[in-house]
Structures are given as C-alpha cells and as structure tokens.
C-alpha cells in the first residue's frame, strides 16, 4: 500500500465546520452509538466532511471531527490515511475512480485507463486546469460481472468501452447527468442478450394458475363437508 499524506499546506483551507444540516446530522449519529463510544462514529463523520468539503478532506476537517468526538487529532488522521475511500488532496467535480482489478483489466480497463490519461492528466489525482475532472485506479468496487466500470460520486457507470466511455464524459463536460448502470441493452445484470433460460411463457402460466387456487385444492385435498344441522 502508498504512503498516503495530506495536501501540502497551500492547498489547505485554514478552517473547517460543519454546516448547519450536517451538525444535526452529526449529532443524531452520535445517539447511535452506546455512552464513551461515540468515537466509532469516526468513519462516518469524516465521509460527511469530505461531502462537505467538495470531495476531498482537508487537515481542518480531520481536526474538527477528532475535537467533535472527544479523540486525539492523530486518531482520526489515523483512519483517513488508512482508508482510502478519504481523498486527502483535492479532486475535480467529476471524480472518476476506475476499477483496475482483474476481471475490469480483462474486459478492456486498460483503455478506459488510457483515455483518462489522455483526456483527464497523465497522472492519478491530478485536478484538470478547470476544476471539473480528475481520476484515480480503485481496488475492486464488485461489479464484476458488469466489466469494465467506473465509479463517479455514488453512481456505477458499467459495460463501458471505449466510445461509451468518451461519451460519457462529454455528457459530464457538458453539465448533464449520464443515467447510471449498464451503457449498453442490458437491464442490470442480467446476461448480455437477454435471458436464456427459464424462457417457456408456460412455465409461469402453470405458476400463476397454482396461485390462484385455494390451498386445499393447491394441496390435492377435497374441502371438508360442512356438517349437517340437527
């Protein structure tokens, strides 16, 4: 694993709070966790600083989530240079995370890679000179069956190739929002073409048909006669 370290200090905001609605948001977190253990909340607090702070996490807000739950200053920089999911330098609008596990190599990550050093920065975590891209390799973020794929914010963008991949970030220079998932026919996961099995219309015209008789009748059982009044 990289050394991770923070933004160097021209880059650093000299202060940092949280607004008004997260601090209530912060606040309804802590009553979540049992008295003197608050300090769990750790992890989420800081991902809400980074939301806050346009996607990266600066030293101030490491800082002030640690004086907000009571812990030393170095055991929340702990945790934000652990996970790496904690941007410690900033990032464009539009944070590309490529998976560059095996199965996204396989079905053609290498050239999604390269088009976001051709059209993002040569290097990783490189903020284009207008501020709206930047991109990162990420470990496996477990769309692999939907290969090659890109996180951006909190959508999946899957099935990508090439051209799909170039039009999606001309629809994000662009100021629109591409619809997340699959970027070909394809509904979720479901295999490449349409499903190949399982097929019969019958099969489900016998199971509706099943469903709609009464459990006795369901079960191969006559109903009980009723008894005769005296």
């Given at each position: 694993m990289s050394v991770r370290r923070?933004?160097?200090?021209?880059?650093?905001?000299?202060?940092?709070?949280?607004?008004?609605?997260?601090?209530?948001w912060a606040k309804e977190q802590l009553d979540k966790y049992p008295a003197g253990r608050q300090r769990s909340a750790v992890i989420p607090l800081l991902w809400r600083a980074q939301e806050q702070a346009g996607g990266w996490l600066p030293e101030a807000a490491i800082r002030y989530v640690a004086d907000f739950l009571g812990i030393a200053h170095i055991r929340a920089l702990e945790v934000a240079t652990f996970y790496t999911m904690f941007n410690l330098t900033p990032v464009g609008k539009v944070h590309v995370q490529l998976c560059g596990t095996t199965p996204c190599r396989l079905r053609g990550a290498d050239d999604l890679e390269k088009i976001c050093r051709k059209r993002i920065g040569e290097h990783q975590m490189e903020v284009t000179e207008d501020g709206q891209f930047s991109?990162?390799?990420?470990?496996?973020?477990?769309?692999?069956?939907?290969?090659p794929m890109v996180q951006v914010g909190s959508d999946y963008y899957e099935d990508l190739?090439?051209?799909?991949?170039?039009?999606?970030?001309?629809?994000?220079?662009?100021?629109k929002t591409p619809k997340p998932g699959p970027q070909i026919d394809r509904q979720l996961?479901?295999?490449?073409?349409?499903?190949?099995?399982?097929?019969?219309?019958?099969?489900?015209?016998?199971?509706?048909?099943?469903?709609?008789?009464?459990?006795?009748?369901?079960?191969g059982k006559k109903p009980a006669a009723k008894e005769k009044s005296k």
């Open positions: 923070l933004a160097p200090p021209e880059l650093q905001p000299k202060e940092f709070a949280f607004d008004r609605v997260n601090m209530i991109w990162v390799e990420v470990e496996c973020l477990g769309a692999c069956v939907n290969a190739d090439a051209d799909s991949f170039n039009k999606l970030l001309d629809d994000f220079a662009a100021g996961s479901e295999p490449v073409g349409g499903a190949t099995t399982l097929t019969d219309p019958a099969l489900y015209a016998k199971q509706s048909a099943a469903a709609k008789k009464p459990k006795s009748e369901a079960k």
